[in-house]
């Protein structure tokens, strides 16, 4: 990170948060992004989460050609900075495709922060949906070319040779490489939003 705008202690979270991606320490991620999310305004926050889901739009029509509504949703929160306060009845359904229900999670948490309320809980629901972004395109990068793995991991998450292949999915090479980059992208992405932030 070069020529950071922000406050010293801003700058000193989003360097730990960048050694947390490289690390690939989950909890840490989370705790730090809460941190800095908390620090900004609500709406560049919610601007760096959107970008994430935003990511994984078009993987998620190719699956599903009538799932328009998730794009409606999307741009409905980067033009207006609102969103239903229910989503509609076909994003209730069970999504299949690998990283989809990741995603639709992420769009669900997106609409809930933007819901009147205590900021807190609005913010966790930022990182909820930067998280499950993130992870739709890892899921999706491993196991759209894994499908029968990903039926066994579906089917039967519980059994032995469903942690195997889980585990397999988090220690493969390509899946951390692009954790680690996307990780790194939010630290970017928070850290141009801060430029644009009058204090």
Known sequence: MNNMNGSESQRDLLRQLCDAA???????????????????????ALAVAVERARGFLETFELYYPDGGFARQILTQ?????????????????????????????????????LQPGPLPPRIGYLVSATVNAIMAELVEQYYGGRLDAWQIVRATPDTASAR??????????????????????????????????LR
């Open 164 to 197: 195997a292949i889980a585990y397999a999915f988090w220690l493969d090479e390509d899946v951390a490489l692009l954790d680690i980059d996307h990780w790194l992208s939010v630290a970017e992405s928070i850290e141009a939003h801060w430029g644009r932030q």
């Open 77 to 113: 929160m980067v033009n207006t900075g609102t969103a239903p306060s229910r989503l509609p009845p076909e994003a209730q359904r069970n999504f299949e495709g690998p990283g989809a229900a990741n995603f639709m999670k992420a769009v669900s948490d997106l609409a809930h922060a």
């Open 22 to 44: 490289e690390a690939r320490d989950p909890d840490r991620r989370q705790f730090l992004l809460k941190a800095l999310f908390m620090d900004m305004e609500f709406y560049p």
